[in-house]
């Protein structure tokens, strides 16, 4: 079993920036593909990023790319999405997820296994 517990997210103005955190329990992070992804009030969850286990490969989604980046660190079990250049419409609960499957549909929600409980980012106009 594995434990996904997010953390880093709030209030910040548009342009501004925020670090999330997702901290992962068990000894086999690093087997884990892992992926974060977004839902607003009324919407679909939304694909963000992923990124390989090894990190070598990492993947956005459009509405992201350049602005966002995923990283991890196995060592500290950790997986990191670097927010910058924030929108009122980035606003939403992020949550991490995390699959030992390939990343060739990284965008779907069903592949993961395992996911956070979610932490809010909220971006204001």
């Known amino acids: 079993q594995v434990q996904l517990v997010e953390s880093g997210g709030g209030l910040v103005q548009a342009g501004g920036s925020l670090r999330l955190s997702c901290k992962t329990s068990g000894r086999t992070f690093s087997s884990y593909a892992m992926g974060w992804f977004r839902q607003a009030p009324g919407k679909e969850r939304e694909s963000v990023a992923a990124i390989t286990w090894s990190g070598g490969s990492t993947y956005y989604g459009d509405s992201v790319k350049g602005r966002f980046t995923i990283s991890r660190d196995n060592a500290k079990n950790t997986v990191y999405l670097q927010m910058d250049s924030l929108k009122p419409e980035d606003t939403a609960v992020y949550y991490c997820?995390?699959?030992?499957?390939?990343?060739?549909?990284?965008?779907?929600?069903?592949?993961?296994?395992?996911w956070g409980q979610g932490t809010q980012v909220t971006v204001s106009s």
């Open positions: 997820a995390a699959t030992q499957g390939p990343l060739t549909m990284w965008e779907t929600p069903y592949q993961y296994n395992y």
